[in-house]
């Protein structure tokens, strides 16, 4: 601590003062009765807080959102339906419900049949498919390597006969 000497007035002996003048006052009661009231509170508030969540439960304090999600009504785990896809290409599900089975990633690392590699052609039209002769004479042949939809409006749906690559390959559109 530092002192120095102050001169009142003239005449008058020296003042010794300390360098530290406005720290020597004490600590401001109102200020620490303050601080005291709010930490009191805080307690209190917490006290009873944590009582009603452990009275009522956790659901009642906080807002609980409930899940719109609706499982698809096929079985989703079956592994001969991935394997030979139906005959019938018609279904009863949404396009969400689609999007959600088309999401899937592979739980397993190696298959459990003997792949042969495929191409998958959708063709996605409002009217006929067009130039369906010259895609039936391409695809002839190679059945095992390819699997052909055509995602159409309901109102040209195409007749094929049973011999073409395109017979019952047709996805209505539910727009």
């Not at 601080?35 to 009642?60: D, H, Q, W």
């Not at 079985?75 to 959600?100: C, F, G, Q, T």
């Not at 996605?124 to 699997?147: D, N």
């Amino acid at each position: 601590m530092l002192s120095r000497a102050v001169q009142l007035e003239e005449g008058k002996d020296l003042l010794v003062t300390c360098g530290r003048t406005g720290l020597n006052k004490a600590f401001p009661i109102k200020l620490l009765l303050l601080l005291v009231f709010f930490l009191a509170f805080s307690v209190a508030f917490i006290i009873v807080t944590v009582s009603t969540i452990k009275y009522y439960g956790i659901n009642s304090v906080v807002t609980s959102v409930t899940s719109s999600f609706v499982p698809c009504s096929e079985k989703p785990n079956v592994l001969d339906r991935w394997i030979k896809p139906p005959l019938a290409l018609m279904h009863n599900m949404s396009d969400e419900e689609l999007l959600w089975l088309a999401s899937f990633m592979p739980q397993r690392k190696d298959y459990p049949f003997n792949r042969v590699p495929k191409i998958a052609f959708m063709f996605l039209t409002l009217g006929p498919l067009p130039f369906a002769p010259l895609w039936e004479r391409l695809l002839k042949g190679h059945e095992k390597h390819y699997s052909v939809y055509i995602h159409s409006q309901v109102s040209s749906l195409g007749e094929f006969p049973a011999s073409s690559v395109f017979y019952s390959r047709q996805i209505p559109s539910q727009v």
